[in-house]
C-alpha cells in the first residue's frame, strides 16, 4: 500500500511517500513562504524523483488537525483536490497523534505533544510510549499551560515533548514538573512520516473518507470567529 502524506499544520510542511509502512522519500521545508507555494510542488517533485506518479497512490493521508487554521485549510484543500481527482480515499490525521509516532519507540516514556495555540494555550493531547505502537491517554484538545502542568504533575512517567510548542511547554512548565524533557531537534517537529504512520492505524481502523467529506479539525474557534460572537453577545 502507497501511502502519500501531507503535513503543513505549522510553520514547517512536509511530504512522505511510505510503502508497506518503509518510509520511501520525504520532502521538508521550513523557508517561511506560505505552504499554498510550497506544498504541491515539494509533492510533485518528491513523486517525480522516486519514478512515482499519483496513479499508484493508494491513500492521501494529511494531518486534518490541530494546528494553523491556514495550514490546515491548504493541507485539507490539496489532499481533496489530489483524492478527488483520482477517486482516492483520504486519511485525516490527527496533527498531535501524527507528531507522537517518531517517538513511539520510547518505551514507557509519556509523550507530551504540543503545538503553540496562543493565548497561554497549546493543542495538547498525551500517549504512552508502546514500542511499536501509542496509548492514548488524553484526547486532542486546546488546554491552558497551567492546567497541563497540574495534570503532568500527577504522571510519574518521564516525559517527552514534542511538537512546535515543545520550547513554549518546555520552558514554562521545566521547574514544576519532574522528569520532563524535550525531544531531539531531528523529532520534535511535525513531519510527513508520522502523518503516514498515523494513517496506518486509520486504514486499520477503517477510518477513511472521501475527498468530499474530509475536512480540518480546528478544535476552537478562529479569532475572527471570537470576536464576531463577542460584538453580537455585547450588541444584545
Not at 503535513?7 to 506560505?34: K, M, P, V
Not at 496513479?55 to 485539507?76: C, E, K, M, W, Y
Amino acid at each position: 500500500m502507497n501511502i502519500l502524506a501531507l503535513e503543513s499544520s505549522a510553520a514547517a510542511c512536509s511530504a512522505a511517500l511510505c510503502r508497506d509502512g518503509a518510509l520511501i522519500a520525504q520532502s521538508f521545508q521550513c523557508s517561511g513562504l506560505t505552504h499554498s507555494r510550497t506544498l504541491l510542488p515539494m509533492v510533485n517533485d518528491m513523486l517525480k524523483n522516486c519514478g512515482e506518479s499519483i496513479d499508484n497512490v493508494d491513500v492521501i493521508a494529511v494531518a486534518a488537525g490541530p494546528g494553523s487554521f491556514t495550514g490546515l485549510r491548504i493541507g485539507a484543500a490539496t489532499a481533496k483536490g489530489l483524492a478527488w481527482a483520482q477517486g482516492k480515499p483520504c486519511a485525516p490525521c490527527s496533527t498531535l497523534e501524527s507528531m507522537a509516532w517518531p517517538l513511539a519507540h520510547l518505551e514507557g516514556k509519556l509523550i507530551v505533544c504540543a503545538m503553540d495555540a496562543r493565548r497561554k494555550q497549546v493543542y495538547n493531547a498525551l500517549f504512552l510510549a508502546r514500542g511499536n505502537a501509542l496509548e492514548r491517554l488524553a484526547p486532542d484538545r486546546a488546554i491552558s499551560l497551567a492546567e497541563l502542568g497540574e495534570e503532568l504533575k500527577k504522571i510519574p512517567e518521564e516525559k517527552i515533548v514534542v511538537g512546535d510548542g515543545a520550547d513554549l511547554c518546555y520552558n514554562t512548565l521545566k521547574k514544576e514538573v519532574p522528569g520532563l524533557a524535550l525531544a531531539p531537534d531531528c523529532l520534535r517537529m511535525q513531519s510527513a512520516w508520522g502523518v503516514a504512520r498515523a494513517a496506518e492505524e486509520l486504514v486499520k481502523a477503517g477510518g477513511l473518507v472521501s475527498g468530499a467529506e474530509l475536512v480540518p479539525v480546528y478544535h476552537r474557534l478562529s479569532q475572527a470567529e471570537r470576536e464576531r460572537l463577542k460584538r453580537e453577545n455585547r450588541d444584545m
